[in-house]
C-alpha cells in the first residue's frame, strides 16, 4: 500500500508523519519513510537545487521539471521496489503538491503538471493521500526560517490551497481532507482510524 500526505505551509504535517510512525513503531508494523522532494542520493541534490534562496533566476518550467525528475527517481530507487515487496510505503508529499503549487500556485497549468508527471510517476498513484486541510490564514506558516517556496506571498499560498480542494473533487475519494484539532493527538487519531478504515494499517 501506498499513503502521500500533502497539505499547504505549516499545517503540521511534519508532526502528523512523526506520530503516525510513532503509532506504527509501537504496534510493531514496518513502512517505509520517505520526502518529496529527496530521499535519494539524487532527489536530495535536487531538492537543495529548488529550495536554495539563491537560485532567483529559476523559471517556473524548470521548477515543475526538477520536482518531477526528484519524483522519477525515487519512484523508480525506492517506492517501486518497496511495493513490490509488499512494504508499507508514507510519503511525505506527492504529485498533488506538483499540481497545486506548480500548476495552480505558479499558475502552469493542472493539465500540463499532469502531464510533466506522467512518465515520471509511471502508474505508480498512492491508495490513498491525506490532506491535512488547514488554510494558510489558519496555519503555523512563518514559524521557522523560510525556503524559496516558503518566501512566497499569502497570494501564492490562497492558490495552492485552492488547488489542493479542486484535486480532492476530481480524486475520486483517494484524497481525504483531515481537518487538525487543536490538539496533535486527536489529529492522530483521526488519521489512523482513517487508515484503518481503509485496511492500509491494524
Ligand atoms: P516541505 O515543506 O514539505 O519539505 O516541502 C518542500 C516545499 O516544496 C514546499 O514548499 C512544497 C514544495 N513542493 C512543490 O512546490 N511541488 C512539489 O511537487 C513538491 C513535492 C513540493
Redesign the pocket.
Known amino acids: 500500500m501506498f499513503v502521500s500526505f500533502e497539505g499547504c ?1 505549516g499545517v503540521g ?2 508532526t502528523q508523519l512523526r506520530l503516525l510512525k510513532e503509532y506504527l513503531e509501537k504496534t510493531g508494523q514496518h513502512a517505509v519513510y520517505v ?3 529527496g530521499s535519494t542520493a539524487i532527489s536530495e541534490q535536487i531538492r537543495n537545487v ?2 536554495d534562496k539563491s537560485n532567483v533566476a529559476m523559471t517556473e518550467m524548470t ?1 515543475a521539471l526538477l ?1 518531477a525528475a ?2 522519477a527517481q525515487l519512484v523508480r530507487e525506492v517506492i517501486k521496489p518497496a511495493l513490490e515487496k509488499g512494504e508499507l510505503v508514507i510519503c ?4 498533488d ?2 499540481i ?3 500548476g495552480y ?1 505558479r499558475e502552469l497549468g493542472a493539465g500540463l503538471i499532469r502531464r510533466i508527471n506522467e512518465p515520471a510517476v509511471d502508474d505508480c498513484m498512492p491508495d490513498l493521500t491525506v490532506f491535512i486541510d488547514l488554510s494558510p490564514e489558519n496555519s503555523w506558516r512563518g514559524h521557522r526560517a523560510a ?1 524559496r ?2 518566501q512566497e506571498s499569502n497570494e501564492f499560498f490562497d492558490k495552492v490551497y485552492n488547488g489542493f480542494n479542486r484535486e480532492i473533487e476530481a480524486s475520486n475519494g483517494r484524497i481525504v481532507a483531515v481537518k487538525p484539532d487543536i490538539d496533535k493527538n486527536v489529529t492522530s487519531q483521526k488519521i489512523i482510524s482513517l487508515m484503518r478504515e481503509r485496511g492500509i494499517i491494524k
Open positions: 505551509e504535517k511534519s520526502r518529496e522532494p529548488i529550495l521548477e520536482y526528484s519524483r511525505d508529499r506527492y504529485v503538491s506538483s497545486a503549487y506548480q500556485g525556503d517556496l516558503e
